[in-house]
């Protein structure tokens, strides 16, 4: 993956505000890599996954070029 400039992100919406989640760079089938995170961005991913049905929907990939 070309972490310098991807073309694609996976974005968590949240559930209940509008306009308000994450989003981090991945590769067209949303695999996110860890390592290349900041540790921020990397506990913000792990947060955003474990409670997706909960304050999240479902992530979704969409390209960056899109918004």
Known sequence: MDTTS??????????FDDGCGFAFPCDEHGHVE????????????????????????MPAVQRRDLH
Do not use: C, I
């Open 6 to 15: 991807p073309a694609y992100e996976l974005r968590f919406r949240s559930l």
């Open 34 to 57: 860890l390592d290349a995170l900041s540790e921020r961005a990397r506990l913000n991913y792990l947060y955003a996954r474990t409670v997706v049905g909960r304050e999240f929907f």
